[in-house]
């Protein structure tokens, strides 16, 4: 397995660990850098879930959710998700 950015981080952020200092086999090695790099990805969504709101403009807000993924929901979920009202949303798609 290559190594991915998530372990590439761990190893950058604590210099002193290498390969070799953990004890686990291979497989367990594996499964853990994919879970660490499944929490990261996670954290990036949620962290650009969470930013969505603080933008100023019905506008550029609708279509920062759109951009992130939210073009699958009804306007009024994504209206409710973005903290708009559904007229807003609305105005601000068309």
Known sequence: ???ST???F????F???SDQDLSL???EKDVSMQ???HLAT???RYRAHAEIPAVRSAKERALAALHEGHHQDTVTERAGQINLTHESCYRAIT
């Open 1 to 3: 397995m290559a190594q």
């Open 6 to 8: 998530a372990g590439s």
């Open 10 to 13: 761990a190893f950058a952020a």
């Open 15 to 17: 210099p002193q660990l």
């Open 25 to 27: 086999p291979q497989d």
């Open 35 to 37: 879970f660490a790099h």
């Open 42 to 44: 996670q954290v990036q």
